[in-house]
């Protein structure tokens, strides 16, 4: 059973990072051809994929974030995370990481965490 865990601050400053980290169990992030995403839904919005980091490393990031994001793993900790710099109010969603198969199917989600960016 694959297992994703969000973890990081419900509460963020205007103009501070955002970090979250994605705690996998039952498969590797270094597994052959899994990719593992970052997704956010804002309040009353769709939603918008971040970026991922494939089992090679190399990471994508959406166009629209990618002056403010990057994405970074851990491998003995089986981790990935988030870094979401200079944040404002219209950075406030809910945050996912999901595991996506080499058919683009995301196929096991993590809970969901808020952050609240807010002064």
């Known amino acids: 059973q694959v297992q994703l865990q969000e973890s990081g601050p419900g509460l963020v400053k205007p103009t501070q990072t955002l970090t979250l980290t994605c705690t996998v169990s039952?498969?590797?992030?270094?597994?052959?051809?899994?990719?593992w995403m970052w997704i956010r839904q804002a309040p009353g919005k769709e939603l918008e994929w971040i970026g991922y980091i494939p089992y090679t490393g190399t990471t994508t990031i959406n166009p629209s974030l990618k002056s403010r994001t990057s994405i970074s793993r851990n491998t003995s900790k089986n981790q990935f995370t988030l870094d979401l710099t200079s944040v404002t109010p219209e950075d406030t969603a809910v945050y996912y990481c999901?595991?996506?198969?080499?058919?683009?199917?995301?196929?096991?989600w993590g809970q969901g965490t808020q952050v609240t960016v807010s002064s």
């Open positions: 039952g498969d590797s992030i270094t597994a052959s051809g899994s990719r």
């Open positions: 999901a595991r996506a198969t080499p058919g683009w199917r995301l196929d096991y």
